[in-house]
């Protein structure tokens, strides 16, 4: 399954916290690292333990996984800092 979107615009709110996992390489050779959003409260535990929320960051609210076959194409560049 495929999906295109060419833009998407998506708004989050009640936000706690952010997390962006390191570069790991997977199974299939390719680099994967996630940006994850936690907000609102803890209803439910974590299902995963990468799922847990940093203590008072409230719940996992989206997880946006990024994939590449090159690992400099996943950098995050924010001004005078990369990560």
């Not at 299939?28 to 008072?56: C, K, M, N, Q, W």
């Amino acid at each position: 399954m495929a999906i295109d979107v060419t833009q998407q615009a998506l708004t989050l709110s009640d936000v706690k916290g952010v997390v962006i996992t390191g570069v790991a390489q997977d199974e299939s050779g390719e680099y994967v690292r996630e940006l994850r959003i936690f907000g609102g409260d803890v209803l439910t535990p974590p299902i995963l333990p990468v799922d847990a929320p940093p203590p008072g960051q409230g719940r996992l609210l989206l997880t946006v996984r990024l994939r590449s076959a090159n690992r400099s194409r996943i950098q995050i560049a924010v001004p005078s800092l990369e990560f």
